[in-house]
């Protein structure tokens, strides 16, 4: 069975692209101009991903994703935007949103977002599987996946610039150990009190950091990935090549280390 993606978007030019592009692909969709639409679709169909525009006629598409995580809870959300507001990505991130691409994107890029989302579970459990053994596990791995991912909007988003976005992963960077300070990552996220954390300049900041900062904004690694990242890090890249390829091709991407 195909998954089923909700499309909000009151652009009457861009929503029926959207819809055939997202129907090519396989999957069913079905589309809204409004709020109250994606609300009535919302109570008469499950939907596996919710893709929304923000600015909006009457609720915005913020509002609208709010409203419907009443009704289906755990829906994943691509925030799409070309609007420059401030608050905009600090209320995706307090939200969970699953990505936040801004207009104007290629449909690829889109594609390639809705895919993560679907797979997010899925993908999420195999890398979890490949890092057993070797490294701690983490204590609430749903909790943590969490803030990993209201980090990863931060960024995306343009909410975190890299020395921002560096001192909250320095409170993340200890995943899977009792070091790691989730709460007050998550806290500074949802509060957008980034400045207290500016005790870094751009020289502190470490080149594989600002690689991982660089492709993220790119959309060359997803949140799952992000919630592996620190352990990682430590992990010897030669040991990877040699006994785990695919974490040695994740590490890659993720921190700019070369795979032999």
């Known amino acids: ?5 909700l499309v909000v978007e009151d652009d009457d030019a861009l929503r029926p692209v959207l819809v ?3 129907r090519e692909e396989g999957y069913a969709v079905e589309e809204a101009a409004n709020g109250d639409r994606a609300l009535q679709h919302a109570r008469e169909t499950f939907f596996d991903l919710i893709i929304t525009d923000v600015r909006m006629e009457g609720m915005d598409g913020l509002e609208t994703a709010e409203a419907v995580h009443r009704i289906q809870p755990d829906v994943p959300v ?10 905009v990505p600090l209320r995706a991130i307090r939200q969970g949103a ?6 104007p994107f290629h449909l690829r890029e889109l594609i390639v977002c809705v895919e993560s989302a679907l797979n997010n579970q899925k993908l ?12 701690p596990e983490g204590h609430d791995k749903t909790g943590q996946a969490r803030i990993f991912r209201k980090f990863f909007i931060g960024v995306r988003s343009g909410a975190l610039d890299r020395v921002e976005a560096y001192g909250v992963w320095e409170m993340l960077e ?7 300070n989730y709460e007050k990552a998550e806290e500074v996220l949802d509060s957008a009190r980034f400045s207290l954390l500016l005790s870094n300049d751009d020289a502190a900041t470490p080149h594989d950091f600002t690689h991982l900062f660089e492709q993220i904004k790119l959309g060359k690694v ?9 352990r990682l890090r430590r992990l010897p890249q030669e040991r990877l090549a040699e006994r785990f390829p695919v974490l040695a091709e994740v590490q890659g991407r993720l921190w700019g280390k070369r795979i032999s």
């Open 20 to 22: 055939e592009v997202l």
């Open 78 to 87: 691509i925030v799409v935007t070309g609007y420059a507001h401030q608050d």
């Open 222 to 230: 997803n949140s799952q990935e992000i919630f592996i990242a620190p």
């Open 174 to 180: 200890l995943a899977g150990s009792e070091d790691a």
């Open 124 to 135: 999420l459990e195999e890398l979890e599987n490949e890092m057993s053994g070797l490294s």
């Open 98 to 103: 699953f990505d936040y691409l801004f207009k």
């Open 1 to 5: 069975m195909s998954s089923s993606i």
